[in-house]
């Protein structure tokens, strides 16, 4: 069956020109890929491309770990989606010499790994389960289709072209790897973008091949250890949190192998993994027209925003994992919830609302984006989360680096490459997805459109849009996502006069003959609220959260009068919202329980004086030293 014909905008034809956006993704271009650049080059991952004979004694794994191609790959693709978008030479050429190391470091039959070329010659391909073999040229692949789209050279598309070719003869029937697929998901979807990017069909193929594979008995990774005589590059201490099963159900389940993946109904495991896993099956239902890849996103999807989403949009609350908890196990202080995950879901949510059309996709994106993916960094860019909890202790603070840099550029390839997010069009017109201020040019009709967007969102709920492009009048329509968090109806006007419109799947509908200069004003109620989890999320009995629009607040204890712990919202208090410093604050009536009593234990009742509680948004939390801080907060009638 054909592709069906939603499809998003190319970077370079989407403006943005955000107040809110547009200083956040200066600070990626001129701060964050810098920083992320120079701790590469003094971690050691630039200069293990030019693989160096190395002893194979037992610190191998700690000063060339598996994964430091990946990490490569994310920095040259989000530098390239700044290229696509910006005149940067000094960046261009950075990232041209960053392609040379790659080039200099395949091998003659296109294979790419540089632990498995200097420090485990001849092991390439036996540990799929633990060795991220295949997650690494994900990274790579995608990272040369965004270099290709963003800069027209071939450079770096041309060495995953050659890699993707040996992985084919690899893994397809007959090969050495028959019936294989990897523990760490990623290299799945990114066949589908090498695809679309070059046409050539054994790539999807190679993609839907990899994915049927998965979970099918007998397990491959019980033959493949079998084979190879030994544990695996893990072995059987790795235990993040103490409790990793090296064999069994819960080992299937952390890479999602447990089952065939059209069988899956519940997101479990791992959950960046999950995330890259379900980002490929909705990619692969959408081109082949798969009924069964998308039946089983739907299920997977329901299980988790019902019981296992963070009110961030983060997921994955089980440290010991860096997965899917038991259903409504949300911890606050203790839950994961790390930055790639919440990256992750971006990329589903983002595949499954073009795969049906289905606003509510984007809710879950939109809360994940705004939310559980910009606390991952700092607000001068250069401090990062890996899990973002939604309680402190004043313990907590972002770190300059990681051992294990996954999240750093992949933040930074995600707001570089926001302009794809923003609008999806299709033959009927052109659907908007997020509020951003700029603009969309796309082909409709015979002519070329162009849509220009102006709000102040995520403060404001009064967006407009004029259309400054039209050769002639054109039927079209326009859809404007309805988010789920504005409860009260929108108002829509055409040139001034209120239109009715209809509804379909979150979107408001407005379809008749549009001419240049026609104005479009939506205007989305955004009054703060307080939101209640399901009574089933224990860790959250008798507690709020804040929320206006798609901004979540927290409560930090730098602006009010005694630790979070202390401070209790009113129910029926007044919620009051104050702007300054290029984002809201709300004002909640409250109270704050008295200093703690002499003993641990008292019979007297605490005291109490009321309150002004002030709020910010939980992604600038960390950013004025430490303190406590709670999402969730007491709340009192």
Not at 87 to 106: M, N, S, T
Not at 202 to 225: C, I, M, V
Not at 317 to 343: Q, R, V
Not at 607 to 633: F, Q
Request: with cysteine; charged share 25%; net charge negative.
């Amino acid at each position: 069956m054909p592709a069906p014909h939603r499809t998003s905008l190319h970077l370079a034809d989407v403006q943005i020109a955000d107040e809110f956006w547009s200083p956040r993704r200066e600070t990626v271009r001129t701060r964050t890929i810098p920083h992320q650049e120079a701790r590469l080059r003094e971690g050691g991952q630039f200069e293990a491309l030019l693989l160096k004979p190395r002893s194979h004694d037992d610190d191998d794994r700690e000063r060339v770990p598996i994964f430091w191609e990946s990490d490569v790959a994310k920095w040259i693709e989000a530098a390239s989606y700044v290229l696509a978008t910006t005149d940067d030479p000094e960046l261009d050429a950075a990232v041209d010499k960053a392609i040379e190391l790659l080039a200099g470091a395949q091998q003659q039959d296109g294979y790419l790994n540089n632990y498995f070329t200097a420090v485990k010659p001849g092991k390439r391909f036996t540990d799929l389960r633990d060795a991220h073999e295949l997650y690494c040229a994900g990274h790579l692949i995608e990272a040369g289709v965004a270099h290709y789209e963003a800069t027209g050279k071939t450079t770096l598309l041309d060495i995953v072209r050659r890699y993707a070719d040996l992985i084919w003869l690899e893994f397809s029937p007959g090969g050495p790897c028959e019936g294989g697929y990897d523990g760490h998901q990623e290299v799945e979807l990114a066949l589908v973008k090498l695809y679309r990017a070059t046409g050539e069909r054994r790539y999807l193929d190679l993609s839907l091949l990899l994915t049927d594979n998965r979970g099918k008995a007998p397990f491959y990774f019980d033959a493949e250890a079998e084979r190879r005589g030994d544990t695996g590059y893990f072995g059987g201490e790795w235990s993040p949190g103490g409790v990793y099963v090296r064999s069994g159900q819960r080992d299937r389940e952390y890479n999602q192998s447990h089952a065939p993946v059209r069988e899956q109904d519940k997101a479990v495991g791992h959950a960046v993994r999950a995330m890259y896993q379900y980002s490929a099956m909705a990619d692969l239902a959408l081109e082949l027209g798969d009924q069964g890849l998308r039946e089983a996103c739907e299920r997977l999807w329901d299980d988790l925003v019902t019981t296992k989403l963070y009110v961030t949009g983060g997921i994955g609350a089980d440290p010991s994992i860096e997965g899917f908890g038991k259903p409504y196990d949300l911890p606050d202080h203790t839950g994961y919830a790390e930055t790639c995950a919440a990256i992750g879901l971006v990329f589903w949510a983002h595949r499954m609302m073009i795969l049906t059309g289905d606003a509510k996709y984007v809710d879950v994106l939109e809360r994940a984006l705004y939310n559980g993916v910009l606390s991952g960094a700092s607000a001068d860019g250069t401090k990062y989360f890996y899990g973002n909890p939604l309680a402190s202790d004043g313990t907590v603070e972002r770190s300059d680096w990681f051992d294990c840099a996954c999240c750093p550029p992949n933040l930074a390839r995600l707001l570089t490459s926001l302009e794809q997010y923003v609008y999806v069009a299709d033959t009927e017109g052109l659907w908007v997805n997020l509020y951003v201020t700029g603009s969309a040019r796309f082909a409709h009709g015979g002519q070329r459109v162009t849509v220009a967007q102006e709000s102040g969102y995520p403060w404001d709920g009064a967006i407009a849009f004029e259309i400054t492009e039209a050769e002639a009048p054109l039927p079209m329509t326009l859809r404007l996502r309805l988010p789920d968090w504005a409860t009260g109806a929108a108002v829509v006007t055409v040139n001034g006069k209120v239109l009715p419109y209809t509804t379909d799947k979150g979107y408001a509908v407005l379809d008749r003959t549009w001419a240049r200069g026609d104005r479009v004003e939506l205007t989305l109620p955004m009054a703060p609220t307080l939101v209640r989890a399901d009574p089933r999320v224990t860790s959250t009995a008798g507690k709020v959260a804040v929320q206006r629009g798609p901004i979540v607040h927290c409560v930090e204890e730098v602006d009010n009068a005694a630790p979070v712990p202390r401070l209790v919202i009113a129910r029926s208090g007044e919620l009051r919202t104050e702007h300054a410093d290029g984002q809201d604050a709300i004002i909640a009536e409250g109270l704050v329980d008295g200093p703690p009593s002499d003993g641990l234990y008292a019979t007297e009742p605490v005291s109490a004086e009321p309150t002004a509680i002030r709020t910010v948004p939980y992604y600038a939390w960390a950013n004025r030293g430490k303190g406590t801080m709670a999402v969730w907060v007491r709340e009192t009638p």
